[in-house]
């Protein structure tokens, strides 16, 4: 063998090598786990009644970033999970609540509603088609060319259904009225039968919270057992919802000190709960494919409930801001203004909306219909600003940033309030009511297992960038709207 030759072989050699530890670099299952409404605040406070397996031990030796938020205003859960799983803003991913108004039939929908595809153990019809990007599940599918399992298991239908994705093997969630766990025709034609065996092996009784997070856990491990998920050389993804809120019946308007103390500790038993099963579902999985073939990626939502603050008692400006009595108001104002007319179609959130066809119809100028209704709604106590479609592109200021990043021209209103901090916004008709605030919530995301070593990180990230580290990870594309960089 000459020089050449053998150059060229020791380079075959190498590349093979190479390639062979990249193909053990990659993880074979990943679980993606969003807690809804996690604190970083609740879990210091609560850390001394955690047990060794759950948060202790991935914050302790898992890679943490501890300053993390989302790029976009208002959050909640469906938003939430839908920017974690394409790594891009409701701007461009389309979902920008749990539910907006349809502008055709003017009724409120569901961000998964979708009457081409009847539930399964459900009444319920839904799919991802209001995602309008593709997540990281999808580009797994894609990738493996559909070889890939990936499923999405909640208690609520959007954070199953959104964290599955378009191209998922199914996505699982309670039914509200039976109790059962229930699917769409939009992923399968009929249930697996481990998901009717499970059903049938567990009570429809009420449960308690700690008896509902075990079941939901319970399936998980079920999914990962009866699916075979991480058990070859091509990744697997598993997606799972937790709650970290209380209900609502334990959310006193008006508390004592009595109640408070109560409050806090109903707060601490969901934490130790959720310690609790964290710890047994991270153990438990990594028990079914090895330690060194699973990676968990743990983050909130970014929101949590905001007990009414009692701010009139301490002479803090406080208010009430009805947003339905408002778009009346506004309905009247242009009527004066250019006939009477329904010109407002309805309200939903801190959004209005108009109909843009009768303003075509009456050869209106839609920007002098906006300009007019911005002037109106300033005038309205309680709003610290408007925004309309058009202003919110336009503006460069990081608050306004924000705001145009959660909102979609799709599916949003022509006008977007700004009820001020502090203030209740109060929609009677659709009975949504919370108390503004623009404080962050603080919560961490957390990447464990897969042989990462500890590290705390301080950097300020955002969570779109979960999505583009699971592709470099596993080596495939990101979400075709994200544009941003791995976390590391």
Known sequence: MNKRQFTIALLALLSSTINAQVSQQKPRLVVNITIDQLSSDYIAQFAPYFGLSGFKEILDNGVVFQ??????????????????????????????????????TLRPVSCVDDNAYPGIYTTESSSPKNLLTSTITDELKVATKGQAIVYGIAQQQDAAILSAGHAADGAIWKDTYNGGWCTSTYYMTQAPAWLSMFNSSNSRAKKTDFER??????????????????????TDML???????LPATARPKKKNKKQEDSQQNEIAQVYMNLDRQLGDLV????????????????TGTGCTFASTDDYANYRIPTGTFYINRTANLLNLYLGALYGSDLYVKGCSSN????????LEKKRLKINEILAQSKSFLLQCEGVCNTHTSESLLESTDSRTTLIRN?????????????????????????KESHQVD???VKFPIIIYGFGLKHQINKTAVTVDHIAPTIADMIHIRAPNACALNPLW
């Not at 991913?93 to 349809?102: A, D, R, S």
């Not at 997606?239 to 809120?245: E, K």
């Open 213 to 234: 997070l075990t079941e939901l856990t319970n399936l998980a491990v079920t999914c990962i057992e009866q699916t075979g998920m991480g058990h070859d050389d091509v």
């Open 351 to 358: 959004q209005i909306y108009l109909d843009v066809e009768l």
């Open 438 to 440: 623009f404080r962050t």
């Open 283 to 298: 153990s438990t999985i990594q028990s079914k494919v090895g330690r060194e073939n699973v990676v968990f990626f743990i």
């Open 406 to 430: 959660g909102y979609n021209p799709e599916v949003g209103g022509q006008i977007v309030v700004e009820v001020a901090p502090g203030w209740k916004l109060v929609n009677e008709e659709s």
């Open 67 to 104: 300053n993390v938020s989302y790029p976009f205003t208002p959050v909640d859960r469906a938003s939430a999970i839908a920017t974690i799983m394409t790594g891009t803003t409701p701007f461009y991913h389309g979902v920008i609540g749990t539910g907006w108004l349809h502008k055709k």
């Open 239 to 245: 997606n799972i919802t937790l709650n970290a809120s």
